[in-house]
Nanobody
Framework: QVQLVESGGGSVQAGGSLRLSCAAS????????MGWFRQAPGKEREGLAA???????RYADSVKGRFTISRDNAKNTLYLQMNILKPEDTAMYYC????????????????????WGQGTQVTVSS
């Protein structure tokens, strides 16, 4: 079965960095579109970054220039490098996968992903 397991979350001061990982199993990882999302208490789940099977990426304006999504198809692992973290980045972070080559205008929409991890908490203090 499809399994996505996030790790790498934690507490960091504003301006710091974290790298999240998402270990994937149970599907042909290199053929799937992958995404990172986050959800803060009382807010909707927000799409942050996505990467296609071929490596093209898309970012939300809120993280463009600070966050970098990448994938290692040999290790079946997705990454999110987060730099210049801000208190408003505090949230639960999730990775997601879908077998379809989603159009670029849909690739950050949470409703278009079939599989989700359990999340990893990121807390940024000022």
């Amino acid at each position: 079965q499809v399994q996505l397991v996030e790790s790498g979350g934690g507490s960091v001061q504003a301006g710091g960095s974290l790298r999240l990982s998402c270990a994937a199993s149970g599907f042909t990882y290199n053929k799937y579109s992958m995404g990172w999302f986050r959800q803060a208490p009382g807010k909707e789940r927000e799409g942050l970054a996505a990467i296609y099977s071929g490596g093209n990426t898309r970012y939300a304006d809120s993280v463009k220039g600070r966050f970098t999504i990448s994938r290692d198809n040999a290790k079946n692992t997705l990454y999110l490098q987060m730099n210049i973290l801000k208190p408003e980045d505090t949230a639960m972070y999730y990775c997601a996968a879908d077998s379809r080559p989603l159009p670029w205008w849909f690739v950050l929409n949470k409703n278009n992903y079939a599989y989700w991890g359990q999340g990893t908490q990121v807390t940024v203090s000022s």
